[in-house]
């Protein structure tokens, strides 16, 4: 099992997708997830991507297979968060990669680019709130008030089951795609939902912006649910180097209702800035 050990932090846990030529020196894309998912949820992508970069794809501290042995209370932060990032990179002797994360994923990416220039090639982020709205915070609560009280009460499933209903799928979702998605997601430990919603839900990348030099595609949902046109407008306003790409959909979770249109999106937006020929 592919897992960075280190002293003093959790370990982490990766996968290296690589089908590229053997011969060749190909750039490396890292895939990130979101609250509550793993690295399992990129799998689709990996015939798209591997053929031509090498595919790294990480369990978020405290989620997956990575370990659960730190201060919930204090581990989630943007500086060890990032730190874990450059740790993995140094483990695999990569200089930069093109980062794409989906939804806190690429909000975390953004302080990423911002902080560790050097490191990006590329940015994506899909579906990423600059800052979480005050209505993501309180919505598909149902009688409770504020999501830390209805994740303890009905643990990670009764939380998603709310929170995953007309928000984050489209209502002709497969119910197979539906199923497995609640199972995985359900696999989160309660506590380290709850840990980690206290920092992604007070995170604000909006001063950071104006800072990112990288190049950095985005992708959103047309009539997004979580969100909305005040994320994109804060993306516009204040990256120079920005391409925008709206998906006619409202679903929230477009790298696994669309996997194969973004994945498409990313191979050759990261292919142009590298001056490869993704084709044959």
Same mark, same amino acid.
């Given at each position: 099992?592919?897992?960075?050990e280190r002293k003093?932090?959790?370990s982490?846990?990766y996968?290296?997708?690589?089908?590229?030529d053997?011969?060749?020196d190909?750039p490396?894309?890292?895939?990130?997830?979101?609250?509550?998912?793993?690295?399992?949820?990129?799998?689709?992508?990996?015939?798209y991507?591997?053929?031509f970069?090498?595919?790294?794809?990480?369990?978020?501290r405290?989620?997956?297979?990575?370990?659960?042995?730190?201060?919930?209370t204090?581990?989630?932060?943007?500086?060890?968060?990032?730190?874990?990032f450059?740790?993995l990179?140094?483990?695999?002797k990569?200089?930069?990669?093109?980062?794409?994360?989906?939804?806190?994923?690429?909000?975390?990416?953004?302080?990423f680019?911002?902080?560790?220039p050097?490191?990006?090639r590329?940015?994506?982020v899909i579906?990423?709130?600059?800052?979480?709205?005050e209505?993501?915070?309180?919505?598909?609560?149902?009688?409770?008030?504020?999501r830390?009280?209805?994740?303890r009460?009905?643990?990670? =499933?009764?939380? $998603?089951? *709310?929170?995953?209903?007309g928000?984050?799928f #489209? !209502?002709?979702?497969?119910?197979?795609? /539906?199923?497995?998605?609640?199972?995985?997601?359900?696999?989160s430990d309660?506590?380290?939902?709850?840990e980690?919603?206290?920092?992604?839900?007070?995170?604000d990348?909006?001063?950071?912006?104006?800072?990112?030099?990288a190049?950095?595609?985005?992708?959103?949902?047309?009539a997004?649910?979580?969100?909305?046109?005040?994320?994109?407008?804060?993306?516009?306003?204040?990256i120079g180097?920005l391409?925008?790409? =709206?998906?006619? $959909?409202? *679903?929230?979770?477009?790298?696994?209702v669309? #996997? !194969?249109?973004?994945a498409?999106?990313v /191979?050759?937006?990261?292919?142009?800035?590298?001056?490869?020929?993704?084709?044959?």
């Amino acid at each position: 099992m592919p897992l960075l050990e280190r002293k003093n932090a959790p370990s982490l846990y990766y996968e290296l997708d690589d089908f590229t030529d053997p011969w060749r020196d190909a750039p490396y894309i890292l895939l990130q997830h979101g609250y509550a998912r793993s690295s399992k949820f990129w799998r689709a992508w990996v015939p798209y991507l591997s053929r031509f970069y090498k595919v790294i794809r990480m369990d978020l501290r405290g989620l997956g297979q990575s370990s659960k042995d730190f201060d919930l209370t204090t581990g989630f932060t943007a500086k060890n968060l990032i730190q874990d990032f450059n740790d993995l990179l140094d483990h695999l002797k990569v200089d930069s990669v093109h980062y794409c994360g989906e939804s806190s994923a690429g909000t975390l990416g953004l302080a990423f680019a911002a902080e560790c220039p050097q490191r990006v090639r590329t940015l994506t982020v899909i579906s990423s709130p600059v800052a979480m709205s005050e209505e993501d915070k309180v919505s598909s609560l149902g009688k409770y008030t504020n999501r830390i009280d209805a994740l303890r009460a009905g643990g990670a =499933r009764g939380w $998603l089951e *709310a929170s995953n209903a007309g928000r984050r799928f #489209p !209502a002709d979702s497969d119910p197979a795609l /539906l199923a497995w998605t609640l199972d995985e997601m359900s696999k989160s430990d309660t506590e380290v939902l709850v840990e980690l919603f206290k920092f992604v839900s007070n995170v604000d990348t909006a001063p950071m912006l104006p800072k990112i030099s990288a190049p950095v595609l985005a992708i959103y949902p047309k009539a997004g649910v979580i969100t909305k046109d005040e994320h994109t407008d804060a993306l516009k306003q204040n990256i120079g180097n920005l391409k925008m790409v =709206r998906v006619p $959909l409202q *679903a929230h979770s477009l790298q696994i209702v669309a #996997p !194969a249109l973004c994945a498409n999106e990313v /191979l050759y937006f990261a292919s142009q800035h590298d001056g490869i020929v993704c084709r044959e």
